[in-house]
């Protein structure tokens, strides 16, 4: 579905991935993990044309997207949610969906969006017309993947949905991620949180200095390397 | 006395408001201050004095005319000034400077083509004045409170329920998130400046018939706009408005006290004593709290 060809990216002429090879089937969850700074944001970000691309090709169903403007690739499928619950807090909940749909002109489909959505989150249908501020934490974090949600996406990039998070939202949010996966999304998930994220995914990439490291199923939690990078002290 | 005073301070605030409502406007959807925000009203001012005096057009038609071209104005100072500083990653200082020159080039252009001696448009006859509560006001005077309220409200439910107006305020809000649901904020930015510029014209209109014109009155209004939105809260519209009121009633009641020729003094007081203890204004902003995409 989506392919990533040696991909050289960062930020203001400063390269942060090293050629990256990555791949995601239909219908799959795939987990990017990695220590801080290893570009796990920039790979989400690369694809959707928020960092400088030095080289490389990125492939979204077999048509070459890279560096497209924003609206095209919500247009072409591809929805991003952004890290640390990033919405606009001074818009209703309704409105922050609204905004979610500002590309689309048909309002039926808006309409018909939405109250999906709505099922998916019934918590957001009761607090629709309160200001997103006023939502909890977790609920702003679902406000943000609904806001991607109700642009009807094949893929979904996720960066860091549990961040900041109480261990039993996030539990909550994973299993809205699986719920939304298996409705056919593809989606891409970066995690801090490795072991949750591996779990709920068919495949891992693990990423390290800017370079993939390690790629493979739910057995790559056993890996040495894993171990030593995040379990090392457990 | 009272009454009048009152009505006075209305007048004022009206006016006051028109000219902080756009200034907020911008300065919430694209976080710098646009000084030259005034000059935009003193060319709609002046240009209705070109149209209307001196061309000779129809009054109604000289008045559309003068509206559009001052949010003419407002949109070419964004797109060929600010526009270019912002591709070359000028940050929020280089702008402001940016915007007193435009400020001085615009005034300076005033002074070359019209002169700096007082003009007046002249199509209102000095109308004697309606008595109302022991208060004196005139038609004109009636005019403008009316034409402000109404224009406000027409904002504000412009805000609330358009598509732009939202998309207004989730720029303001929020730029990095609005650009990642496909909200161009180079194109909300431009919207800002023909609305905002738009209201500044009528504010221009309105000053023109009251008052006179004379080349300095853009710095002179923007200072009172600017002072009433901090009083309100300067990225809040509905904030600025109230400050604009508050400032309107605090200078004129303020000769109750000193003598009229203080006006002017009791603004820069008042906005002093708003930097120094509450910057954020009576309806301090709640958004952009260290929310950024990284």
Partial sequence: MLKIKNLRSGYNGIEVLHGVDFEIKPAEIVAIIGPNGSGKSTLLKSIFNLCEIYSGAIIFKDKDITKLPTHYLIQEGISYVPQGRQIFSNLTVKENLEMGCFIMDDHEIFKRNVSDVFSKFPVLKERQNDLALHLSGGEQQMLAIARALVQDPELLLLDEPSLGLAPKIMKEIFEKIVEINKEGVSIIIVEQNAKQAVEIAHRTYVLENGSIVLEGGKEILKDERIKNIYFGGE | ?294
């Fill in chain 2, 1 to 294: 006395m009272f009454n009048q005073l009152l009505i006075n301070g209305l007048i004022a605030g009206a006016i006051y408001a028109l000219v902080a409502s756009g200034f907020s406007l911008i300065y919430s959807v694209c976080k710098f201050v646009h000084f030259a925000h005034g000059v935009v009203i003193a060319l709609a001012g002046y240009f209705l004095y070109f149209l209307f005096s001196i061309v000779g057009l129809n009054f109604g038609f000289s008045i559309i005319l003068a509206i559009i071209f001052a949010s003419l104005s407002g949109f070419l100072i964004n797109q060929i000034v600010y526009r270019q500083l912002r591709k070359r990653k000028a940050g929020n200082t280089i702008l402001l400077i940016a915007s007193v020159a435009l400020l001085i080039f615009f005034e300076s252009l005033i002074l070359i083509l019209f002169g700096a001696d007082v003009k007046t448009i002249g199509y209102i006859k000095i109308a004697k004045g309606i008595e109302i509560f022991k208060a004196i006001i005139t038609p004109l005077q009636i005019v403008i409170i009316a034409v402000s309220i109404i224009l406000l409200v027409v904002l504000f439910l412009f805000m609330k329920k358009t598509k732009i107006g939202k998309a207004m305020r989730a720029v303001a809000d929020n730029k990095d998130v609005a650009e990642i649901v496909g909200i161009s904020s180079e194109k909300i930015y431009s919207w800002s400046f023909i609305i905002g510029s738009a209201i500044a014209g009528i504010a221009g209109i309105l000053v023109g018939l009251e008052q006179n014109l004379e080349p300095t009155m853009g710095t002179n209004l923007i200072i009172k706009g600017f002072t009433a939105a901090i009083i309100g809260g300067i990225s809040s519209v509905p904030g600025s408005i109230l400050g604009a009121f508050l400032l309107g009633f605090a200078e004129n009641f303020g000769i109750w006290f000193l003598p009229s020729g203080y006006k002017d003094a009791i603004a820069f007081i008042i906005l002093f004593i708003f930097l120094l203890f509450r910057p954020q204004g009576i309806i301090a902003n709640q958004s952009g709290k260290g929310s950024r995409v990284k």
